[in-house]
Nanobody, 115 residues
């Protein structure tokens, strides 16, 4: 199974982007889907997750600005990012966790927030 992430790009501070991630085929028994990011020189960090039951959680730094959504049946997960700031600049990775298996990772999509 491969995860294909898209939607990154260059945006000005205060702008919005929507990231999308779709699996090459449906993944069953999903425990969690999510988005992580890695800024230059920093470790990868959790941005937002959605459980198989639909519960969501967010990093404090993005609460109120980012919204995760997903469809377990189609194995798609999206991240709506509003009020973007330069500190949001990073490569964003989607992630799907299936019960009993190592997580699946997308290839990453670059988000650059700059004027």
């Amino acid at each position: 199974v491969q995860l294909q992430a898209s939607g990154g790009g260059l945006v000005q501070p205060g702008g919005s982007l929507r990231l999308s991630c779709i699996a090459s085929r449906s993944i069953f028994n999903i425990v969690r889907m999510g988005w992580y990011r890695q800024a230059p020189g920093k470790q990868r960090e959790l941005v937002a997750t959605m459980s198989g039951g639909g519960s969501t959680s967010y990093a404090d730094s993005v609460k109120g600005r980012f919204t995760i959504s997903g469809d377990n049946t189609k194995t798609t997960v999206s991240l709506q990012m509003n009020s973007l700031q330069p500190e949001d600049t990073a490569v964003y990775y989607c992630n799907v966790v299936k019960a009993g298996l190592p997580p699946y990772w997308g290839q990453g999509t670059l988000v650059t927030v700059s004027s």
